[in-house]
């Protein structure tokens, strides 16, 4: 049978015994035996000549140095009037009804009522016997209970019991506002908290759960120290079932919540939580909100992987047995109101601008809320069938992670939609100078790079993305094809960026350098080279070589058909001079000019730079060398030969190894 249908009518003064004030702190108010209940009209009435008897009774057993001093069982009085209640109770509940008197009923009150308050500021109250019995004073406190309920349903509790049963039911109350008093004392007694971490500044009414490392990581999977040690869980327990077989359980459980409430409340300020609005966080600058960010994720994982399985095992074992059901009741309550909180920070973010470099951090949130969801499932499962309110509880907080889950997913999907959008937007009218690596190159394949790093959880991310979008499941990875789009749309970008160059020979030096460069990022990331695959690579590859070609044609194939006897430099076996001097005075100029413009230009990639400069020379040193040989002879020595073979091979090697260095020289400048 339910313990609280078993229990008396409640007075409605219950938890006067104290009060707050506007900081929280409790503050003891003035009572009787310092118990304060207020009484009915029959305590009022003889209440003075009572307490007189009491004071006298208490007065005159410590000078006879009875045994019992605290009121225990060891009272010989007490002790015999126990066996008497106990087997009225017994009674009550069996066939056979045995009768009790007012006589014994008000003794054994007033005796439960001394016990009450010589226990008031002694140590040991709550310590159980040496044989596992819960102590005398919560042994009385319960048997006056039952005694109260018996009286309650008795069929002669309406006449022969009445001023019994208010009676037993006033110190009944007093009792149990003592108990509350203590109850809400243990749970926030800072000194019971000794296993919790010490950089955690804690109000004296607090007790605290212990703080993770300092890496959060570290802390998953790790288990945490109890919030209490074993003794304080003992008594905890005692007191618990004893209010809870009083029909006090919703006061009972509504402190427990309240004390873990805050105490969770103080570890994840510990860790650097603090509690925002979603009007506060939608108006954060990013700089603001990624630091909100990263102690959000640290805080929430710490909740999920080890302060709340720290709770689930304080209320398994405070709520034991038979009232199991009631600890599972305040744990999932807690883990709904705290975790529900949390997200709510999440829906915040997702209410925020979209921007490409909120992805990473926003991922991170989405990755701690994906892995909160098998936890709560297990906690979900370790209820019993019949716990429709736990699983109410557990379910909707289940329910709004799976919402919240979702809500990020497609807010990561969008954000990286934005990279797209941000590539296409960029459409600038001015060339990079010396055709180098474009800033969006660079900012876009490190983007990516970082990206490549969440390939898992964007895969999962795009899954969600497209069966929202109706698109359904397939064994294609999502994220892959949508990295591809992404690089499509670069290299397109980038092939209209290099026809803002006016000389050709210096759009395919700039698509040879942002080509290149896309290609060491991808093969210097092991992630998003798996994710384009090699056949991606090899493209690049060709597209790099062909650029390469197209520049060698267009500057040095003019080059090099000045280098050619191509039937006009000689004549029936016979050399054209004058054509001979206009070919070396175009060589030299075309030398020049190369050396001049082409040195300026940028290669920063040394290997790709040594590629060129030997392909070049291994092509115009030879053809010169051969040149020379061939028609230096026929200008006279000296002036006429300083005038138009100006330079040997070497100068030609010396003046390509210049190339794509970024530095604008002359050939007249270098050799004066």
């Known amino acids: 049978m339910d313990s609280r249908s078993q229990a008396p009518y409640k007075s409605r003064c219950f938890s006067q015994a104290t009060t707050r004030d506007d900081g929280g702190r409790s503050l003891e108010v003035d009572r009787n035996f310092s118990l304060g209940a207020v009484r009915d009209k029959r305590d009022l009435q003889h209440g003075g000549a009572r307490e007189q008897a009491i004071k006298e009774e208490d007065e005159q057993e410590e000078g006879d140095g009875a045994p019992g001093g605290n ?25 056979a009804p045995v009768t009790v008197t007012e006589a014994t009923l008000e003794k054994f009150a007033s005796a439960v009522e001394l016990m009450v308050a010589r226990s008031e500021g002694t140590e040991d109250k709550w310590a159980a016997e040496a044989s596992g019995e819960p102590s005398p004073l919560l042994a009385a406190i319960t048997r006056i209970a039952a005694l109260a309920s018996a009286l309650g349903k008795s069929p002669e509790g309406g006449g022969k019991h009445t001023a019994a049963l208010h009676r037993v039911t006033g110190v009944l109350h007093r009792a149990m506002a003592f108990l509350e008093d203590e109850f809400h004392a243990l749970l926030g007694d800072a000194r019971a908290s000794k296993a919790g971490n010490e950089q955690v500044a804690h109000e004296s009414d607090r007790c605290v759960l212990p703080l993770p490392p300092s890496d959060a990581s570290a802390a998953v999977g790790k288990e945490a120290a109890p919030p209490y040690p074993p003794e304080t869980v003992d008594r905890l327990r005692a007191m618990a079932d004893a209010m809870i077989a009083a029909g006090y359980s919703t006061e009972c459980t509504q402190m427990f919540l309240v004390a873990r409430r805050n105490a969770f409340d103080a570890a994840l300020q510990g860790l650097g939580y603090e509690k925002s609005n979603i009007d506060d966080v939608v108006k954060m600058t990013w700089e603001a909100l990624e630091a909100e960010i990263v102690t959000w994720t640290k805080a929430f994982r710490h909740a999920i992987n ?43 973010v997702a209410m925020t601008k979209r921007a490409a470099e909120k992805l990473f951090k926003v991922l991170d949130m989405y990755e701690a809320v994906r892995d909160a969801s098998p936890v ?10 019949t716990s429709d309110h ?4 557990l379910a909707e907080l289940k329910a709004e992670i799976a919402s919240m889950r979702a809500r990020l997913s497609e807010f990561a999907a969008a954000i990286f939609h934005e990279l797209e959008g941000s590539i296409r937007a960029d459409a600038g009218k001015q060339p990079v100078p010396g055709g180098a690596v474009h800033p969006l190159t660079r900012y876009v394949m490190n983007y990516l790079k970082y990206a490549c790093e969440y390939n898992s959880t964007l895969e999962q991310v795009f899954r969600e993305h497209r069966r929202h979008d109706g698109g359904g499941d397939s064994d294609d990875n999502p994220f892959s094809a ?8 670069l290299h397109s970008n980038l092939e209209a960026k290099s026809r803002l160059y006016k000389d050709p020979s210096l759009s395919n030096i700039f698509l040879m350098n942002n080509g290149r460069y896309m290609l060491q990022k991808i093969r210097g990331s092991s992630e998003i080279n798996a994710m384009l695959g090699e056949a991606w690579a090899r493209k690049q590859s060709t597209n790099l070589r062909q650029y390469h070609k197209n520049y060698q044609r267009e500057t040095w194939s003019r080059v090099l058909g000045l280098l050619r006897d191509d039937g006009v430099l000689t004549v029936k076996g016979h050399v054209q001079k004058p054509v001979l001097k206009e070919r070396f005075k175009q060589f030299n100029a075309a030398m020049d000019e190369i050396h001049r413009t082409q ?26 060398r051969s040149f020379l040989g061939r028609f230096s002879q026929h200008f006279s020595a000296g002036r006429q030969t300083e005038k138009y073979v100006k330079l040997s091979a070497e100068d030609v090697e010396t003046i390509i190894d210049e190339l794509f260095d970024g530095n604008a020289t002359s050939m007249v400048r270098r050799r004066t």
């Open 376 to 385: 709560i499932e297990a906690f979900l499962s370790a209820d019993e069938p």
């Open 390 to 393: 736990n699983n109410s509880a």
């Open 482 to 489: 949508q990295l591809m789009d992404v690089m499509e749309l």
């Open 71 to 95: 009121g225990g069982e060891g009272d010989p009085d007490l002790a015999a009037l126990s066996l008497e209640i106990d087997a009225f109770i017994a009674g009550h509940d069996g066939d």
């Open 306 to 348: 080890v302060a709340l399985s720290t709770e689930h095992d304080l209320c398994t074992r405070v709520f034991s047995r038979r009232h199991a059901a009631v600890g599972r009741g305040i744990f999932a309550d807690l883990a709904r109101c705290v975790m529900l909180h949390m997200l709510s920070f999440t829906e915040a």
């Open 599 to 624: 040195g300026a230009w940028v290669v920063s990639d040394e290997q790709l730079q040594s590629e060129l400069r030997v392909s070049i020379a291994a092509v115009v040193v030879p053809a010169y």
